[in-house]
Protein backbone atom coordinates (compact mmCIF):
# COMPACT_ATOMS: atom_id res chain seq x y z
CA UNK A 1 0.00 0.00 0.00
CA UNK A 2 0.87 4.15 -0.81
CA UNK A 3 2.76 5.56 1.73
CA UNK A 4 2.36 9.13 2.68
CA UNK A 5 4.51 12.10 4.06
CA UNK A 6 2.91 15.16 5.67
CA UNK A 7 5.36 18.23 6.16
CA UNK A 8 2.14 20.38 6.72
CA UNK A 9 -0.47 20.15 9.39
CA UNK A 10 -4.02 20.00 7.38
CA UNK A 11 -7.92 19.16 8.41
CA UNK A 12 -7.81 15.87 9.63
CA UNK A 13 -10.48 15.06 7.28
CA UNK A 14 -7.34 14.26 4.88
CA UNK A 15 -5.73 12.01 7.25
CA UNK A 16 -8.60 10.03 7.46
CA UNK A 17 -9.32 9.99 4.01
CA UNK A 18 -6.26 8.42 2.86
CA UNK A 19 -6.09 6.02 5.66
CA UNK A 20 -9.36 4.42 5.22
CA UNK A 21 -8.14 3.60 1.77
CA UNK A 22 -5.28 1.60 3.74
CA UNK A 23 -2.31 3.85 3.16
CA UNK A 24 0.61 4.18 5.61
CA UNK A 25 0.43 8.22 7.40
CA UNK A 26 3.68 9.58 8.80
CA UNK A 27 3.49 13.25 10.00
CA UNK A 28 6.22 15.49 10.43
CA UNK A 29 5.48 19.24 10.94
CA UNK A 30 8.71 19.65 12.83
CA UNK A 31 11.45 18.13 11.36
CA UNK A 32 13.99 20.58 9.18
CA UNK A 33 14.61 19.96 5.58
CA UNK A 34 17.57 18.17 5.88
CA UNK A 35 15.98 15.40 8.46
CA UNK A 36 13.01 15.07 5.87
CA UNK A 37 15.59 14.70 2.66
CA UNK A 38 16.81 11.33 4.72
CA UNK A 39 13.36 10.57 4.96
CA UNK A 40 11.57 10.90 1.64
CA UNK A 41 12.85 8.05 -0.15
CA UNK A 42 10.78 5.60 1.75
CA UNK A 43 7.49 7.49 0.73
CA UNK A 44 4.91 7.40 -2.33
CA UNK A 45 3.59 10.53 -1.95
CA UNK A 46 4.18 14.20 -0.01
CA UNK A 47 1.34 16.01 1.56
CA UNK A 48 2.52 20.04 1.52
CA UNK A 49 1.54 23.70 1.79
CA UNK A 50 4.22 26.02 1.63
CA UNK A 51 6.80 24.94 4.22
CA UNK A 52 9.93 24.12 2.13
CA UNK A 53 10.71 24.75 -1.59
CA UNK A 54 10.25 21.83 -3.29
CA UNK A 55 13.43 21.69 -5.64
CA UNK A 56 14.94 19.38 -7.69
CA UNK A 57 17.37 17.97 -4.90
CA UNK A 58 14.49 17.67 -2.83
CA UNK A 59 12.38 15.40 -5.50
CA UNK A 60 15.51 13.60 -6.77
CA UNK A 61 15.95 12.47 -3.13
CA UNK A 62 12.61 11.32 -3.66
CA UNK A 63 13.45 7.94 -5.48
CA UNK A 64 9.45 6.53 -5.04
CA UNK A 65 7.71 9.24 -5.04
CA UNK A 66 4.45 9.25 -7.23
CA UNK A 67 2.88 12.47 -6.42
CA UNK A 68 3.09 15.63 -4.74
CA UNK A 69 0.27 17.13 -2.99
CA UNK A 70 -0.20 20.68 -2.48
CA UNK A 71 -2.89 21.78 -0.08
CA UNK A 72 -3.78 25.09 -1.85
CA UNK A 73 -4.19 26.57 -5.49
CA UNK A 74 -0.67 28.18 -6.16
CA UNK A 75 2.27 26.15 -7.22
CA UNK A 76 5.00 28.33 -7.57
CA UNK A 77 7.56 26.07 -4.22
CA UNK A 78 7.42 22.90 -6.55
CA UNK A 79 9.67 22.58 -9.48
CA UNK A 80 6.16 20.90 -11.54
CA UNK A 81 8.30 20.79 -14.27
CA UNK A 82 11.43 18.78 -13.07
CA UNK A 83 9.18 16.56 -11.07
CA UNK A 84 6.89 15.72 -13.75
CA UNK A 85 9.59 15.04 -16.51
CA UNK A 86 9.96 12.75 -13.77
CA UNK A 87 6.46 11.19 -14.13
CA UNK A 88 5.75 12.16 -10.87
CA UNK A 89 1.88 14.24 -10.48
CA UNK A 90 2.20 17.63 -8.90
CA UNK A 91 -1.70 17.91 -7.23
CA UNK A 92 -3.29 20.90 -6.17
CA UNK A 93 -6.87 22.15 -5.55
CA UNK A 94 -7.71 25.36 -6.26
CA UNK A 95 -11.14 24.30 -6.13
CA UNK A 96 -11.20 24.17 -2.74
CA UNK A 97 -10.85 27.80 -1.54
CA UNK A 98 -12.11 29.59 -4.57
CA UNK A 99 -15.43 30.61 -3.10
CA UNK A 100 -13.69 31.68 0.08
CA UNK A 101 -11.14 34.06 -2.72
CA UNK A 102 -14.17 35.06 -4.45
CA UNK A 103 -16.21 36.13 -0.86
CA UNK A 104 -12.78 37.65 0.67
CA UNK A 105 -12.20 39.40 -3.00
CA UNK A 106 -15.78 41.09 -2.50
CA UNK A 107 -15.58 42.10 1.24
CA UNK A 108 -12.36 44.03 1.05
CA UNK A 109 -13.84 45.97 -2.47
CA UNK A 110 -16.79 46.96 -1.05
CA UNK A 111 -15.54 47.64 2.63
CA UNK A 112 -12.69 49.64 0.33
CA UNK A 113 -15.09 51.60 -2.18
CA UNK A 114 -17.67 52.40 1.35
CA UNK A 115 -15.09 53.59 3.59
CA UNK A 116 -16.40 50.92 6.47
CA UNK A 117 -12.77 50.67 8.08
CA UNK A 118 -12.14 54.16 8.79
CA UNK A 119 -15.87 54.72 9.79
CA UNK A 120 -15.78 52.06 12.56
CA UNK A 121 -12.98 53.31 13.54
CA UNK A 122 -14.28 56.99 13.80
CA UNK A 123 -17.36 56.01 15.13
CA UNK A 124 -16.00 53.98 17.81
CA UNK A 125 -13.78 57.07 18.27
CA UNK A 126 -16.46 59.14 18.98
CA UNK A 127 -16.89 60.67 15.78
CA UNK A 128 -19.67 60.82 13.57
CA UNK A 129 -18.14 62.16 10.07
CA UNK A 130 -20.91 61.29 7.38
CA UNK A 131 -19.72 63.43 4.38
CA UNK A 132 -16.30 62.50 4.87
CA UNK A 133 -17.31 58.70 4.45
CA UNK A 134 -19.56 58.87 1.78
CA UNK A 135 -18.74 56.22 -0.32
CA UNK A 136 -19.23 54.58 -4.13
CA UNK A 137 -21.55 51.80 -5.36
CA UNK A 138 -20.22 48.82 -7.31
CA UNK A 139 -23.70 49.11 -9.25
CA UNK A 140 -22.55 50.68 -12.88
CA UNK A 141 -19.27 50.42 -12.58
CA UNK A 142 -16.44 48.13 -14.71
CA UNK A 143 -15.24 45.37 -13.48
CA UNK A 144 -12.04 44.20 -15.00
CA UNK A 145 -10.34 40.38 -13.95
CA UNK A 146 -6.89 39.32 -15.03
CA UNK A 147 -7.10 35.83 -14.69
CA UNK A 148 -9.96 33.64 -15.15
CA UNK A 149 -9.21 30.12 -13.72
CA UNK A 150 -10.57 29.03 -10.68
CA UNK A 151 -10.43 31.77 -8.57
CA UNK A 152 -10.98 34.66 -11.43
CA UNK A 153 -14.59 32.74 -12.17
CA UNK A 154 -15.77 32.64 -8.33
CA UNK A 155 -15.17 36.27 -7.87
CA UNK A 156 -17.30 37.06 -11.41
CA UNK A 157 -19.57 34.95 -9.83
CA UNK A 158 -19.92 37.23 -6.71
CA UNK A 159 -20.33 39.77 -8.54
CA UNK A 160 -23.41 38.65 -10.57
CA UNK A 161 -25.94 40.77 -8.04
CA UNK A 162 -24.38 44.08 -8.21
CA UNK A 163 -25.46 45.13 -11.71
CA UNK A 164 -22.01 45.63 -13.02
CA UNK A 165 -20.28 45.22 -16.31
CA UNK A 166 -17.49 42.14 -16.11
CA UNK A 167 -14.27 42.03 -18.56
CA UNK A 168 -12.38 39.13 -17.92
CA UNK A 169 -9.11 38.57 -19.39
CA UNK A 170 -6.81 35.48 -19.41
CA UNK A 171 -3.76 35.01 -21.69
CA UNK A 172 -4.09 30.94 -21.86
CA UNK A 173 -7.88 30.55 -21.93
CA UNK A 174 -10.76 31.12 -24.58
CA UNK A 175 -14.24 30.30 -25.32
CA UNK A 176 -15.40 31.49 -21.33
CA UNK A 177 -17.24 34.46 -21.95
CA UNK A 178 -21.44 34.25 -20.94
CA UNK A 179 -24.35 36.67 -21.26
CA UNK A 180 -22.64 38.09 -17.83
CA UNK A 181 -18.81 38.00 -18.52
CA UNK A 182 -17.11 39.51 -21.46
CA UNK A 183 -14.15 37.83 -22.76
CA UNK A 184 -11.52 41.02 -23.27
CA UNK A 185 -8.40 41.56 -24.05
CA UNK A 186 -6.01 43.94 -21.37
CA UNK A 187 -6.25 47.02 -23.35
CA UNK A 188 -9.92 46.77 -23.20
CA UNK A 189 -9.39 46.58 -19.42
CA UNK A 190 -6.88 49.35 -19.55
CA UNK A 191 -9.51 51.53 -21.43
CA UNK A 192 -13.08 51.19 -19.78
CA UNK A 193 -12.69 49.13 -16.21
CA UNK A 194 -13.51 50.92 -12.85
CA UNK A 195 -12.23 48.08 -10.76
CA UNK A 196 -9.66 45.52 -11.20
CA UNK A 197 -9.37 42.23 -9.78
CA UNK A 198 -5.74 40.06 -9.73
CA UNK A 199 -6.58 36.47 -9.80
CA UNK A 200 -2.90 34.86 -11.47
CA UNK A 201 -0.76 32.09 -10.49
CA UNK A 202 3.22 33.38 -9.52
CA UNK A 203 5.54 32.75 -12.41
CA UNK A 204 8.32 34.36 -13.97
CA UNK A 205 5.66 35.84 -16.63
CA UNK A 206 3.69 37.16 -13.61
CA UNK A 207 6.13 38.68 -11.31
CA UNK A 208 6.03 42.57 -11.16
CA UNK A 209 3.33 42.10 -13.88
CA UNK A 210 1.75 45.29 -12.19
CA UNK A 211 4.42 47.71 -12.64
CA UNK A 212 4.87 51.48 -13.59
CA UNK A 213 3.94 50.37 -17.13
CA UNK A 214 0.41 48.08 -16.08
CA UNK A 215 -0.48 51.39 -13.80
CA UNK A 216 -0.02 54.07 -15.95
CA UNK A 217 -2.27 52.68 -19.18
CA UNK A 218 -5.97 52.47 -17.38
CA UNK A 219 -7.28 55.63 -19.18
CA UNK A 220 -9.27 55.81 -15.56
CA UNK A 221 -8.42 55.89 -12.10
CA UNK A 222 -9.23 52.56 -10.70
CA UNK A 223 -10.00 50.66 -7.15
CA UNK A 224 -7.02 47.22 -7.44
CA UNK A 225 -7.66 44.47 -5.68
CA UNK A 226 -5.26 41.16 -5.30
CA UNK A 227 -5.81 37.99 -3.65
CA UNK A 228 -3.46 36.33 -5.78
CA UNK A 229 0.12 36.61 -4.87
CA UNK A 230 2.24 39.21 -3.63
CA UNK A 231 5.07 39.54 -5.90
CA UNK A 232 2.51 39.88 -9.26
CA UNK A 233 2.59 43.53 -8.05
CA UNK A 234 5.11 45.89 -8.03
CA UNK A 235 4.74 47.62 -4.53
CA UNK A 236 7.24 50.89 -5.37
CA UNK A 237 4.76 51.26 -8.49
CA UNK A 238 1.40 50.47 -7.09
CA UNK A 239 2.25 53.30 -4.44
CA UNK A 240 3.66 55.27 -6.60
CA UNK A 241 -0.04 54.99 -8.72
CA UNK A 242 -1.59 55.53 -5.64
CA UNK A 243 0.11 58.96 -5.05
CA UNK A 244 -0.61 59.77 -8.65
CA UNK A 245 -4.21 59.08 -8.24
CA UNK A 246 -3.97 56.28 -10.94
CA UNK A 247 -4.99 53.91 -8.02
CA UNK A 248 -7.99 55.43 -6.44
CA UNK A 249 -7.54 52.47 -3.55
CA UNK A 250 -5.69 48.79 -3.31
CA UNK A 251 -7.43 45.39 -1.42
CA UNK A 252 -4.30 43.75 -0.67
CA UNK A 253 -4.45 40.27 0.53
CA UNK A 254 -0.78 39.43 -0.57
CA UNK A 255 2.35 41.71 -0.17
CA UNK A 256 5.73 41.05 -2.10
CA UNK A 257 7.17 41.00 1.00
CA UNK A 258 6.27 37.31 2.45
CA UNK A 259 7.94 35.45 3.40
CA UNK A 260 8.23 31.96 1.01
CA UNK A 261 5.91 29.66 3.44
CA UNK A 262 3.43 32.67 3.65
CA UNK A 263 3.46 33.12 7.33
CA UNK A 264 5.11 35.85 8.16
CA UNK A 265 6.61 39.52 7.33
CA UNK A 266 9.26 41.38 9.33
CA UNK A 267 7.97 44.97 9.05
CA UNK A 268 11.62 46.55 10.57
CA UNK A 269 13.12 44.87 7.37
CA UNK A 270 10.64 45.88 4.68
CA UNK A 271 11.46 49.61 2.50
CA UNK A 272 8.93 52.79 2.67
CA UNK A 273 6.22 51.22 0.17
CA UNK A 274 5.40 49.38 2.68
CA UNK A 275 5.00 51.76 5.13
CA UNK A 276 3.20 53.85 2.67
CA UNK A 277 0.45 51.08 2.38
CA UNK A 278 0.12 50.78 6.05
CA UNK A 279 -0.45 54.25 7.09
CA UNK A 280 -2.60 55.25 3.73
CA UNK A 281 -6.61 55.47 4.03
CA UNK A 282 -6.44 54.18 0.79
CA UNK A 283 -5.46 50.80 1.51
CA UNK A 284 -6.87 48.11 3.24
CA UNK A 285 -4.70 45.05 4.34
CA UNK A 286 -5.27 41.47 5.23
CA UNK A 287 -2.55 38.81 6.22
CA UNK A 288 -3.10 36.57 2.86
CA UNK A 289 -6.26 35.10 4.38
CA UNK A 290 -8.63 34.85 1.08
CA UNK A 291 -8.43 31.41 0.67
CA UNK A 292 -7.96 30.78 4.73
CA UNK A 293 -11.90 30.39 5.82
CA UNK A 294 -12.83 27.32 7.83
CA UNK A 295 -14.72 26.27 4.68
CA UNK A 296 -12.05 25.81 2.73
CA UNK A 297 -9.97 24.27 4.87
CA UNK A 298 -12.16 21.11 4.85
CA UNK A 299 -12.47 21.05 1.49
CA UNK A 300 -8.84 21.74 0.16
CA UNK A 301 -8.07 18.77 2.27
CA UNK A 302 -11.58 16.85 0.40
CA UNK A 303 -10.29 17.54 -2.99
CA UNK A 304 -6.57 16.84 -2.71
CA UNK A 305 -7.37 13.52 -1.00
CA UNK A 306 -9.42 12.51 -4.11
CA UNK A 307 -6.84 13.29 -6.32
CA UNK A 308 -4.16 11.51 -4.88
CA UNK A 309 -5.87 8.36 -4.22
CA UNK A 310 -6.87 8.73 -7.97
CA UNK A 311 -2.65 8.85 -8.68
CA UNK A 312 -2.03 6.18 -5.86
CA UNK A 313 -4.83 3.44 -6.67
Known sequence: MASVLF??????????????????IREEYAASRDEVMKMIPSFDAIVIRSRFKIDREFIDAGKKLKCIGRVGAGMENIDVAYAEGKGIRCLHAPEGNRDAVGEH????????????????????????????????????????????????????????????????????????GDAFVNESSLEEIFAEADVVSLHLPLTEET????????????????????????????TEALVQALENGKVKGACLDVLEYESVSFEAIDPKTLPPAFHYLVHSEKVILSPHIAGWTFESHEKLAKFLAEKMIAVLG
Open 7 to 24: LDTNHPLMITMLREKGYE
Open 105 to 176: ATGMLLALMNNLLRADREVRGGKWNRESNRGYELQGKTVGIIGYGNMGSAFAQRLRGFGVKILAYDKYKNGF
Open 207 to 234: FHLCDEKFFASFRKPVWFVNTARGKNVK
